[in-house]
């Protein structure tokens, strides 16, 4: 199963929505925070595809909730934006929490910077900031016995 992962795109829902036509298989699309209205927006445009999204640090709407706890294909996801977890200053904290509660994959943005590592079995990904010219975003193709993550550039 495709999966499109995007974070703080802060109001750049022209560069959201162009790289969800560009994944159209994805069925399943993750927005990490900071662009709540961004991704209001393709909910109401992609009704058919599964979307879930966090509350970023610069999002107001506290019905969004900061933490997502996902199951698919038999795989543990946890969402979250990384404010909570102060992702940018240490990631122990927030490595031991995944690790602890038996997570598969950890997927949080708030740096804007883009990467994908393994974590004693963990996959861990920020796919970076969707918005200006150079944005980035991540995607996810969980198969039967493995997860292929990517880090692309738009």
Same mark, same amino acid.
Do not use: W
């Given at each position: 199963? &495709?999966?499109?992962?995007?974070?703080?795109?802060?109001?750049d829902f022209e560069a959201l929505n162009k790289v969800v036509l560009a994944?159209?298989? *994805?069925?399943?699309?993750?927005?990490?925070?900071?662009?709540?209205?961004?991704?209001?927006?393709?909910?109401?445009?992609?009704?058919? $595809?599964?979307?879930?999204? #966090?509350? +970023?640090?610069?999002? *107001?709407?506290? =019905?969004?909730?900061?933490?997502?706890?996902?199951?698919?294909?038999? &795989?543990?996801?946890?969402?979250?934006? +990384? =404010?909570? %977890?102060? #992702?940018?200053?240490?990631?122990?904290?927030?490595? =031991?929490?995944?690790?602890?509660?038996? %997570?598969?994959?950890?997927? %949080?943005?708030?740096?804007? $910077?883009?990467?994908? *590592? @393994?974590?004693?079995?963990?996959?861990?990904? =920020?796919?970076?900031?969707? $918005?200006?010219? *150079? +944005?980035?975003?991540?995607?996810?193709?969980?198969?039967? @016995? @493995?997860?292929?993550?990517?880090?692309?550039?738009?």
């Amino acid at each position: 199963m &495709k999966i499109l992962v995007t974070s703080d795109t802060h109001n750049d829902f022209e560069a959201l929505n162009k790289v969800v036509l560009a994944n159209s298989d *994805s069925k399943l699309i993750i927005h990490l925070g900071d662009g709540s209205k961004d991704i209001e927006k393709i909910k109401e445009l992609y009704q058919d $595809k599964i979307i879930l999204s #966090v509350r +970023g640090n610069c999002d *107001s709407d506290l =019905n969004i909730p900061p933490i997502i706890e996902y199951n698919i294909k038999k &795989k543990k996801l946890f969402l979250t934006h +990384g =404010n909570l %977890f102060n #992702v940018k200053n240490d990631m122990s904290y927030i490595i =031991n929490h995944v690790k602890e509660n038996k %997570f598969d994959i950890l997927l %949080f943005g708030h740096t804007h $910077k883009p990467f994908i *590592s @393994n974590e004693n079995g963990i996959l861990v990904m =920020n796919p970076g900031s969707l $918005k200006g010219d *150079s +944005g980035t975003y991540g995607t996810l193709d969980i198969k039967s @016995n @493995n997860i292929v993550a990517d880090i692309v550039r738009t």
